[in-house]
């Protein structure tokens, strides 16, 4: 260790206590116990350009315990990593200034209390919740193998980036990682390294009370390579573990580090460490302790900067230019493949994807949504290969198996597959989905909407995040039938609709799957559930109705009165828009003036300009009745004090779909019987 | 194996078969790979009497692959297990009568799709989504363990019963069994037995695709008992298995059995097997390969039932007949402990148990939602001593610690205590506390709300299966303050209110907070969701209010007009109902009329009579402002069309709350703006 070393070390910790006592809030344990592990990493390991922050086959380090933001917010000021617009273009300024720091936990700071992807740059995934880190740094490198399986040339190395996360007790105890852990290591992910900040410490005390289990053992189980650093302030022992990690070729590696939180402040391994500013004299003592001057706040020595300059920039510098002179000849050489790469980076799609997209014949007897679903997917996915994705173990059910030529299974004898078995893995699936749309790959995976519950934690990730996952869900309702109430989703709809920046769709027919696709597929910053059917559909007679392509604006009218304004307007989506189709010929047929609104995005159809609204759903028709086979909340929004929902008020039952349809009333008559109504009491 | 055994193994899988054969519908895989197992546990090891299925001391068996349903259902029918009535009478008809069976997953029918919990009596707990019933199992076990401490006196061994569950592969690579595994080896529970159904196949394919990890190593080094069963069709080595877990005193024991699903089948060790009918032809030649006659349907040998009724129904019978006269015994020695446990048994709280609830004072400072919960939490356990739970690691913040004298910590060396350390495992905690309901102790779980997402799938259940499992959530919204959006919840608040039967409650002061717990304490068969603020709140000066009571009615008057209707009505929950007070008095000042109505639980309220609703919320008066610190979605339906919501319509932000409040609007200048806009259009 060089004076050099120590003195780096000190200032992070310095930074960190500091910013943490300015705010007077946050997370001091982890940064004063890991810095030298953070220090070392980056400093001699990590392939990373802070001029170049999002050079695509940089190292990727994720911070799983998020809470120890103050850690990277330092690093990233003192590396001086530079920030990044939201069109991906590197900008003069610096990702973290002086005064994000100082401004830690402050409205608008670069310094948020927990990493927040696409608000400071040099993060590579929002962290805080536990368990999900490590899990979505799965999805990143699962993605490296891919790209360079894909892309990768003879003289062509264009990946080959290591994937480090840091995690602590809480990220081990959640059944997130295991879920991760388990798939990482059957997947033989040898560019994976985790390093298990185990400090043996949590919020109610020490890990004793809770957590016994040999976490050693467990990854060995996993088929992980393990191996342990006794002393977390040994930099040459933690230098020897991620050369270990790097001479692996077969399986993960859990960096195992015996560390102590709130190393050298008074409260050092206790659990007021965690999560409690030191308090101005403990902060003075601390800092006395570690021999880091004890008056100036936020110091930074003269050559520390420099130091870093030397050692991760330097080093990144060297090794980004050489790969961007590299990708030049491999333009000259492989100009499609470049292309292509240039376009994922840019979140752009190839030209004229969309072409070979399918129209569907009408067919009263039709298909189910999952199963439209699926030929659009292969579709989609053969347009743009770097589409890829996976189910939790029900790709036969969910339809999402892509059976294209060569699409093939990702294996560890395969890196080139584009079908992933995730396993019975859900909310390690969708964190895995996550860290390959980071690594700004187009990923989806696919289980049913009932275990939407499971990964919900990850699905809300992504719409923080802003990133493009597609997750979809089949078997969306008491259409799942004699599997029952276990199976049956009511809540879950809500749910994600309610969750910002989610986009959730549930198509009505296989030209509405089309549409959807369509808007999905093109997403760049969003990310979409899709909410399909398990029974057949009709794919309705457009020639009479509405065009599909109105799902792009969220909802559109699917048949209406021959002239006029209707005395009733039915909304409804997914399995219920035929539903309230025959209930409006019902109405017809009695002289009641009808409108069919199929509405399958809600968010799409309030993102219209009023006028879009108003035309869809006239305010002085109030007399308006939405279908859907979910909890009728939120539907109030769009039929008003006047209006009706025909929904589900109860769980669900186990029995054929049609005793379940006349249980719960989702018939034809029944709907038209409370639209009769309604238009009875208006009148 | 006897020709009994052979034959009544024989005879459940024939009538395994037969039912989804008739249904057209359900999974013989495991049902065939595991009717030997299932058989030798019922028959030789479980100590429970089908003439009294809850009898409170019996083993229990938690069929965690809950698809398998058809095992369970065979194994009731032919045991003779009778129903039991919703007041927990013992009823003369068989739980399982053979119609149902004739019925499987058929509307009423008691056979349904996947175990339902108090919808067939033997079922224990309502299985399905996988890993569930294994999680469920270690709540189980705990209260156990938890009860023979109580209540076990010298020469009175109450309560010594042990826990299997039965779980396949999905039940291992859920992350939600590795929590619960983890906490289960910690707390070695020696009256846990899993038993893993290692088939080794899953709906994609062999489990070689994605999960290859060494899972007895595994459960090894979460500190389990591991013992394996070579051959799932050798009932001596099964017994064995049962055995070595009955002699192990310090540690949970797996069972890993080597099967074969469809075993017998021509889909015999194919995926094929496990969700889909055999067809007429199939099943034919499976009767006819297990030498079970093939023409008869349903067919139950002459013997069978006898020989079922000699083994676990004598065996049964016996213990407990012995076990109530043991307890009349104990009733007359320690009346008053035997007092509780019948409370217990039916669900019924100590007389007075709300005398001692605290009222709080007005305080214009005031104090959290989760500090004045944590006080009126450790008054409702001190009075009900069956109270008991724990944190996800989380105590210290949510305040659910009970720290009265003798609460103590539930550990291998104190099974006396009532406070759990349950760990960062949110998922695993929720379904534990849903075990120790299931046993009838009355449990409670704390996390944050944002954590909510991470436990859905077992909240769920909660409300599914009507258990009183009380799930406490505090930090509930852009309150948290710095931590930001990853911890700052949103839409958890409309998922939790979409879910049917679930209560959800967000009291506004500390006396709101009383009634609510006033309300959760005595429910017999309802979850409810507690959701509290961790940022202080006024406790509001009931001389000029409404009084709290009103939270057992949903939503009531808080402040109102002097005489006659006011112009316009504020709604609001928890920590957003001071600030519709505030804009209330600015409203006042400017001579507009308003109410302000706090709405702490809207399933309560939409129970209320229409007069009591149009009393609180007069149709009338449609110029209404709800202002919630969380997703808008559901509101519309108390505030029509005419009103407007105050809500968050993007994900917060880490900064200091005041902050918070002003940038997302929560300011009483904007409420009154907003509630004087609608009162100026409507004139």
Redesign the interface.
Same mark, same amino acid.
């Not at 936990?105 to 700071?109: F, G, N, P, V």
């Not at 929002?126 to 536990?130: C, E, Y």
């Not at 009511?490 to 749910?495: D, I, N, P, R």
């Given at each position: 260790m060089t004076d050099l070393d120590t003195l780096s070390v000190n200032t992070i910790r310095g930074l960190c206590m500091d910013a943490i006592q300015q705010?007077n809030?946050?997370h001091p344990g982890t940064p004063m116990g890991m810095a030298p592990v953070a220090y070392a990493l980056w400093q001699r390991f990590l392939r990373f350009d802070p001029a170049h922050p999002i050079w695509p086959n940089r190292d990727r380090f994720v911070l799983s315990e998020?809470?120890a933001s103050a850690l990277l917010w330092s690093l990233l000021h003192l590396t001086g990593v530079r920030a990044v617009d939201p069109d991906y273009e590197v900008l003069g300024r610096p990702a973290v200034a002086l005064d994000d720091l100082k401004s830690f936990?402050?409205?608008?700071?670069h310094c948020? %209390?927990?990493p927040?992807y696409r608000w400071t740059s040099g993060v590579e995934a929002?962290?805080?919740?536990?368990g999900q880190g490590v899990a979505t740094s799965v999805g990143m490198a699962i993605a490296g193998q891919w790209l360079a399986a894909r892309y990768n040339r003879e003289d062509f190395t264009l990946f080959d980036f290591d994937v480090y996360a840091l995690a602590g007790?809480?990220?081990m105890?959640?059944?997130?990682?295991?879920?991760a852990a388990?798939?990482a290591?059957?997947l033989q992910l040898s560019n994976l390294c985790w390093i298990y900040d185990s400090n043996r410490v949590?919020?109610?005390?020490h890990t004793d009370?809770?957590?016994?289990?040999?976490?050693a053992?467990?990854f060995?189980?996993?088929?992980w390579n393990v191996t342990t650093v006794a002393d977390a302030n040994d930099l040459d022992q933690i230098g020897r573990a991620f050369h270990t990690f790097r001479a692996e070729t077969e399986r993960p590696t859990l960096v195992l580090v015996h560390s102590h939180i709130g190393y050298g402040s008074p409260v050092e391994d206790s659990?007021q460490a965690h999560g409690t500013p030191f308090g101005p004299e403990g902060v003075r003592a601390t800092k006395q302790a570690l021999g880091i001057p004890p008056e100036a706040d936020f110091h930074i020595p003269d050559g520390v900067p420099d130091w870093f300059a030397q050692g991760i920039g330097a080093r990144g510098a060297e090794l980004r230019t050489a790969w961007e002179k590299r990708f030049d000849a491999y333009r000259s050489a492989h100009p499609a493949l470049a292309d292509e790469l240039e376009r994922i980076q840019r979140r752009e799609l190839p030209d004229g994807w969309d072409t070979a997209l399918p129209t569907f014949p009408a067919d009263p007897k039709g298909l189910a949504t999952r199963d439209s679903s699926g030929q659009v997917l292969n579709a989609v996915a053969e347009a743009i290969p770097w589409v890829l994705g996976g189910?939790a173990?029900?790709?036969?059910?969910t339809k999402t198996r892509l059976t294209f030529g060569g699409a093939g299974?990702f294996?560890p004898d395969d890196r080139f597959g584009r079908n992933l078995?995730?396993?019975?893995?859900?909310?390690?699936a969708a964190a895995v989905a996550n860290g390959m749309a980071l690594t700004k790959l187009r990923p989806y995976w696919s289980g049913f909407l009932?275990?939407s519950?499971?990964a919900? #934690?990850a699905i809300?990730?992504s #719409?923080?995040m802003e990133i493009p996952t597609v997750h979809i869900f089949t078997h969306d309702s008491i259409g799942v %039938?004699?599997? %029952?109430?276990?199976?049956q989703p009511?809540?879950?709809? #809500?749910?994600l609709? #309610?969750?910002?920046?989610l986009l959730v769709f549930r198509p009505a027919d296989a030209n509405e799957v089309v549409e959807t696709w369509r808007v999905v597929a093109a997403l760049r910053r969003e990310p979409a559930a899709l909410i399909l059917s398990r029974q057949a559909l009709p794919t309705l007679d457009r020639s009479r109705l509405g065009a599909a392509s109105g799902v792009a604006r969220g909802a559109y009218v699917l048949a209406d009165v021959p002239s006029g304004e209707p005395e009733v307007i039915l909304l409804a989506t997914g399995s219920e828009v035929p539903l309230a189709l025959a209930a409006h010929d019902e109405l017809t047929g009695e002289g009641i003036a009808s409108r069919v609104v199929s509405m399958p995005c809600w968010e799409l159809f309030d993102r219209q300009p009023r006028e879009y609204r108003a035309a869809v759903l006239p305010p002085t028709v109030?007399a308006r009745v939405a279908v859907e086979g979910a909890?009728t909340?939120?539907w109030?929004?769009y039929v008003?004090?006047?209006g009706a929902v025909v929904g589900?008020?109860?769980?669900g039952?186990?029995?054929?779909l049609k005793?379940?349809l006349t249980?719960f009333g989702f018939t034809p008559e029944r709907v038209s019987q409370v639209a009769r109504e309604l238009v009875e009491a208006m009148t």
């Open positions: 705010a809030s946050g998020g809470h936990r402050q409205l608008d700071s948020p %209390g927990h927040e929002t962290t805080g919740p536990l007790d809480g990220c105890m959640e059944g997130i990682s295991a879920e388990s798939l290591g059957h949590t919020i109610e005390g009370i809770t957590f016994t289990e040999d976490v053992a467990r060995l189980a996993h088929g659990p189910s173990d029900l790709a036969p059910s299974d294996q078995h995730l396993g019975v893995r859900e909310h390690g009932i275990f519950d499971y919900k #934690a809300r990730l #719409a923080l %039938g004699e599997d %029952g109430p276990t199976h009511v809540e879950q709809l #809500a749910g609709r #309610a969750t910002p920046g109030t909890s909340l939120g109030d929004r008003g004090a006047g589900m008020h109860t769980f039952a186990s029995a054929p005793q379940l249980k």
